[in-house]
């Protein structure tokens, strides 16, 4: 005989089911109220007390209750179950009768899961599913508890949260506002999607790492009815993180190429200004030379769709020079042509052309921008040179020290380079005294002998100590000769990007001296092309300077005032302390 239970002794278990769809229970209810409950619901006792818990039928036991009653004698089959049999037994038995939402199958699979510490094949067992049906709830949990319920509840299909899952979380909620709102078919939002979906195939990193991603659409594609297909990312912001790495680590491999890597945003509005040797936009091969150690020369790295990572090489980033040196060469040009025509008798110059001279016309001098870098190591180097040629100079180093002292400058002095030329030349100690009556302890102990030369250092730390401009000017009047103390070496050539060495090359001859040799030399790395600069068999390198290290040329006396003297004595005929 069948076993029965009076409601009221009937409790809810732990139902996977969360709703119960109103309209089919309706149904049910009309149908019980017919002939009441046909099939026996599935209860455990709990402990401790009179009651029974439901395992598997809370739709009949519902029904019945609200049309019979809490005394209505409900048909039984009692289980003695633990907690984790009792919800397989309850998955098992609402997966195979009335649609059981996919939500609420997702989260029993979950804690089953759990329960069996990350063993899916056993969870697959007790809750009588496959492997893939686990596997297809599971990733129902990458949505948001807004896009399961509204799955559980029947307000969108399971088409729409598969699509949904593939999606950032931060964007899922505000989507499926948009699909309850506008009630969006799941192939419109199928669309939808595809268009904010990046290709992985466009990536330019290693998706290698997107391979167990949830936003990689091959995921769902091997679980769901509705996915995107295989080789999207449907995490826009991700993607694009991850390209700006790359991008960035691309940019920073050309650190050594290039003085200006631009990279390339979409809305930056960025038109490219390529700078060539010939062509309607070309500048000469003498200034293209020269534009490679531009501070302004360069390259741009992509980030917009469709062109991400690539290179556009040898570009110019400052269009009024750029404009100026392609006139002068047309110019160039132009004159070049009038001086062949009136070589050979054409007659009549073109308008724009220089007059016939009889001679050929020279094209402008090449010219760049020396990048800041070089500048500040330039003006370091001339400051020592001016304080070596002062110490080899006795009587430029007197009018220079008068002059200062006249134009009210002592304050140029420089107290740290004097005291280190003061301990050489001295033989002196550092301390011994501070203020004013220090100093003349330590003066009234130097060598009678050395005094002339403690001048001469002190007029030589003033090197240290004036502006540019004045530096300028006392280059010019101790007629610094920059091949007697420039010095190629590694320290030198590190300032340069590998552009900026091959215009430095150029214009000294290195490159003519190496031949072939350049090509392959330049091909290399930094360190490797610099070592091979440096050792060129035949190339003088001593008293070859290049024009980035030459001081401006400029008159300074014109009264006919005595000049200074106009050869420097030599290092080995006045010895020269350390200043720097």
């Not at 094209?363 to 040179?385: C, F, G, I, L, Y």
Request: proline share 6%; aromatic share 6%; charged share 25%.
């Amino acid at each position: 005989m069948q076993p029965t239970l009076p409601i009221r002794k009937i409790v809810r278990g732990k139902n996977p089911r969360e709703y119960f769809d109103p309209d089919e229970m309706a149904e049910l209810e009309e149908g019980i109220r017919a002939v009441g409950v046909l099939e026996p619901i599935v209860v455990r006792p709990v402990p401790g007390t009179y009651l029974y818990e439901i395992i598997a039928g809370e739709r009949r036991w519902r029904a019945a209750k609200n049309v019979f009653g809490d005394g209505y004698d409900m048909p039984v089959v009692i289980k003695d179950a633990n907690d984790e049999t009792a919800e397989a037994m309850s998955v098992i038995e609402n997966y195979h009768r009335a649609a059981m939402s996919p939500a609420e199958e997702a989260h029993a699979a979950q804690r089953q899961l759990l329960r069996q510490r990350g063993d899916k094949e056993e969870a697959a067992r007790l809750m009588g599913w496959s492997r893939d049906v686990l596997e297809r709830r599971l990733a129902l949990l990458a949505c948001t508890p807004a896009v399961l319920k509204a799955l559980t509840t029947r307000t969108i299909q399971l088409g729409h949260a598969e699509l949904l899952s593939g999606i950032p979380p931060d964007k899922q909620d505000s989507v499926l506002t948009g699909i309850v709102a506008q009630k969006v078919p799941v192939a419109v939002l199928k669309a939808q999607l595809g268009r904010y979906a990046r290709r992985l195939a466009d990536a330019i990193f290693d998706t290698a790492q997107c391979g167990g991603c949830p936003h990689n659409s091959a995921r769902q594609s091997g679980l769901f009815a509705e996915s995107l297909g295989e080789g999207y990312c449907q995490h826009p912001s991700h993607f694009e993180e991850l390209t700006q790495q790359a991008i960035e680590s691309r940019a920073n491999a050309l650190r050594d190429e290039y003085p200006v890597i631009r990279i390339v945003k979409t809305g930056d509005g960025f038109t490219p200004l390529p700078v060539t040797a010939e062509g309607d936009l070309g500048v000469g091969a003498p200034q293209y030379t020269s534009c490679q150690g531009c501070q302004s020369f360069g390259c741009a790295v992509s980030v917009m769709p469709g062109s991400y990572g690539e290179v556009t090489r040898s570009l110019c980033f400052d269009a009024a020079c750029n404009s100026q040196k392609v006139a002068l060469w047309r110019k160039a040009q132009r004159d070049a042509q009038a001086a062949l025509d009136e070589a050979q008798g054409k007659g009549a110059v073109k308008a724009g052309a220089a007059k016939p001279t009889g001679k050929k016309p020279k094209p402008a001098a090449p010219t760049n921008q020396t990048p800041q870098r070089v500048v500040s190591h330039r003006v370091m180097e001339w400051r020592k040179w001016l304080a070596k040629a002062l110490m080899a100079q006795p009587q430029c180093s007197q009018r220079v020290l008068i002059a200062l002292a006249l134009a009210g400058r002592g304050a140029d002095l420089r107290e740290a380079q004097f005291r280190n030329a003061f301990d050489r030349l001295a033989g002196q100690a550092a301390g011994a005294g501070f203020g004013v009556r220090g100093g003349l302890q330590r003066a009234a102990a130097a060598p009678e002998a050395q005094l002339e030369r403690l001048l001469q250092a002190a007029t030589a730390s003033a090197a240290f100590g004036v502006n540019v401009t004045d530096l300028e000017l006392l280059l010019n009047y101790a007629q610094v000769d920059e091949g007697r103390y420039f010095q190629w070496n590694k320290e030198f050539l590190d300032l340069f990007t590998m552009s900026e060495l091959e215009s430095l090359a150029a214009e000294v001859g290195l490159k003519k001296a190496m031949g072939s040799g350049f090509k392959a030399a330049r091909a290399g790395k930094k360190p490797d092309f610099i070592t091979a600069l440096l050792k060129v068999p035949g190339f003088v390198y001593q008293g070859t300077v290049p024009a980035v290290m030459r001081y401006p040329r400029q008159p300074i006396l014109t009264d006919g005032a005595d000049e200074a003297e106009s050869t420097e004595a030599t290092p080995e005929e006045q010895p020269e302390p350390a200043l720097a």
